[in-house]
């Protein structure tokens, strides 16, 4: 209680925190302005009987869940900030094989500004595409016919595309314009903090369908199927999780750095020894998020195909077709959540993007030339290729131990859904990607905050409140 006071007497920290918590507020409050010329009823009434097992409503649930915005709620900040993030993915991406971008961003601040100012003009027309689709899905994709309304149908068709067009890239551009001015004036990261108020906000409703769905009695009927061991295990589990993601968002492995020795006159300078620090989850959240998106598209391929070649008549096909429509559907059953076979996939996907990540993000043989220029060097191993060789010998080895977490926080939700019958919006919080960002987000914050404080002499989140910043610190966990 002491701590969170101190907050609040730094004038400068307590500016920060006040205008990000406004931020925040004007996203939730534009987060409710619904699209004109669409029929919200039905649109929640589609929502409120759409599958999560089926490909389009996983795919709405996971874009909504990363994205901070809901496309199962048609409002002016539907595609949240997803197409911002889009581009600024792509650019990263870029930069590791076009040459050009590659020596911009070697340039310091001024070229990353410059390629910062690039995503933000790319974001514009991914913000039209994505737009589109989402209309056009709703004119005619719906379940039940058309979600919008029949005057907007008839009399102003084009006018409710040329409305919704805007709105959803307003709307996305100023989530992203927001959170650029966290960034300068607020406190933390902006996107990462939009993600993360979307995230939290599904929480309540989450708490509540569990409430309607719990049995004290330990007797299930109807719509109350969870029962109090259910709730302890959820609780375990969620507890268990959560300190696991602590623990590898915070993991390291720390090199030791020796300085060389500078004679000047009769001076001897440097000869310290400081550490380099390896991130075990170096990819963060990007191997759960392509791995899981990719993993949307099986589903819907498969199911295409297995309507396609369902047999008109035993007497007109063979017996070929019967035994391909077969293998198709026994296939699609494989892809479904909570299959072994999508579990199996889901994980190799997870590896396979988590090493993919670390390469582009990683490069030893830059560190080592860096580590050479600055006159440094790893004891036992000489400058250059050398100690290249070693960095990415370790990058690899706690590169595996990182993505076999991922695999466990992927696969937990899901497990759980399917062996204990509890819907996913609720074990959702048990893993997975939001639960990734949220725990790496609020590490963050802490860390900025607890930054400020002992900057200015007051102790930190983990310093027990005391003046001085005395006490224990976050620090990153060795390995």
């Known amino acids: 209680m002491k701590t969170l006071l101190n907050i609040f007497r730094v004038p400068e920290l307590r500016n920060k925190v006040l205008f990000t918590f406004f931020m925040l507020l004007i996203y939730r409050l534009g987060y409710q302005i619904p699209l004109i010329g669409v029929d919200q009823n039905q649109l929640q009434e589609m929502a409120k009987n759409q599958d999560d097992s089926s490909a389009a409503g996983r795919l709405a649930s996971y874009v909504s869940l990363f994205s901070g915005g809901n496309l199962q709620q048609s409002t002016i900040f539907g595609l949240g900030i997803m197409p911002y993030i889009s581009s600024s993915i792509i650019f990263q991406l870029l930069t590791t094989v076009v040459p050009s971008l590659e020596k911009l961003q ?53 006018s409710f595309w040329l409305m919704g067009l805007m709105s959803l890239t307003a709307g996305s551009i100023f989530l992203m314009w927001l959170g650029e ?9 902006g996107v990462s903090l939009v993600i993360l108020a979307g995230i939290v906000a599904r929480m309540p409703a989450a708490i509540g369908q569990l409430v309607q769905q719990t049995t004290l009695t330990g007797q299930t009927s109807g719509v109350r199927q969870i029962t109090p061991g259910k709730i302890l295990f959820l609780a375990g589990c969620f507890v268990f999780v959560v300190m696991g993601s602590i623990l590898i968002t915070q993991a390291q492995r720390r090199i030791a750095i020796q300085q060389a020795k500078h004679t000047r006159g009769r001076r001897v300078y440097g000869g310290n020894r400081q550490y380099l620090p390896l991130r075990v989850n170096h990819g963060g959240v990007m191997p759960i998020i392509f791995a899981q998106s990719l993993m949307l598209f099986p589903g819907v391929i498969l199911g295409m195909i297995d309507r396609a070649s369902m047999p008109q008549s035993s007497a007109s096909t063979g017996w070929y077709y019967s035994w391909f429509h077969s293998f198709i559907g026994w296939l699609n059953g494989q892809f479904v959540p909570g299959a072994y076979l999508r579990l199996i996939c889901e994980a190799a996907m997870i590896y396979f993007f988590a090493y993919f990540w670390t390469t582009v993000q990683f490069q030893p043989k830059e560190m080592a030339n860096q580590l050479r220029d600055y006159g440094s060097f790893i004891p036992g191993l000489r400058p250059g290729k050398r100690t290249a060789d070693y960095l990415e010998k370790v990058m690899t080895r706690i590169t595996y131990v990182g993505a076999a977490f991922l695999c466990i926080i992927a696969v937990v939700p899901i497990i759980v859904t399917t062996n204990l019958g509890i819907p ?40 027990g409140g005391s003046s001085g910043g005395k006490g224990k610190r976050i620090k990153g966990r060795q390995y």
């Open 181 to 189: 001015q966290i960034d300068e004036y607020g406190l933390g990261n």
């Open 424 to 463: 996913y919006q609720i074990t959702a919080f048990l893993g997975g990607t939001g639960l990734l960002i949220v725990v790496s987000v609020a590490l963050d914050m802490v860390q900025r905050i607890e930054a400020n404080l002992l900057m200015r002499n007051y102790g930190g989140f983990l310093s």
């Open 106 to 158: 070697k340039e310091g601040e001024t070229g990353r500004k410059k390629i910062q100012e690039w995503s933000r003009y790319a974001t514009v027309p991914l913000c039209v595409l994505q737009a589109i689709f989402w209309l056009n899905y709703m004119r005619g994709g719906g379940q039940g016919g058309s979600l919008i309304m029949p005057a907007f149908r008839r009399q102003f068709a084009t």
